[in-house]
């Protein structure tokens, strides 16, 4: 049974910064050969594609997150993070790491990430 736990999350003012991290565990396929990714859900919207993180070390992000946001991640841990800067009230959200896919594993219960203006 694979469980991803987020945590991190809070309210910070914009531009203040957040980091999330993500903890992995249960996977029957070695977390050192799978992507991973961060995704969102803000209120009333589809769920969307935040940053990844390939086996190679690539990474890539959504283009509103490009500059701000930094994806890392610790294969002996397994534990992908998430540095998040210059953060906006448009960022506020419920964050999710899995796997990069579709396909997905069960959805952990995020980390919520709010941004005052």
């Known amino acids: 049974q694979v469980q991803l736990v987020e945590s991190g999350g809070g309210l910070v003012q914009a531009g203040g910064s957040l980091r999330l991290s993500c903890a992995a565990s249960?996977?029957?396929?070695?977390?050192?050969?799978?992507?991973m990714g961060w995704y969102r859900q803000a209120p009333e919207k589809q769920r969307e594609f935040v940053a990844s993180?390939?086996?190679?070390?690539?990474?890539g992000y959504a283009d509103t997150m490009k500059g701000r946001f930094t994806i890392t991640r610790d294969n002996a841990r397994k534990t992908v993070s998430l540095q998040m800067n210059s953060l906006k009230p448009e960022d506020t959200a419920v964050y999710y790491c899995?796997?990069?896919?579709?396909?997905?594993?069960?959805w952990g219960q995020g980390t919520q990430v709010t941004v005052s203006s």
């Open positions: 993180s390939s086996t190679d070390g690539t990474t």
């Open positions: 249960g996977m029957t396929m070695i977390f050192s050969r799978r992507a």
């Open positions: 899995n796997i990069y896919g579709p396909p997905f594993y069960p």
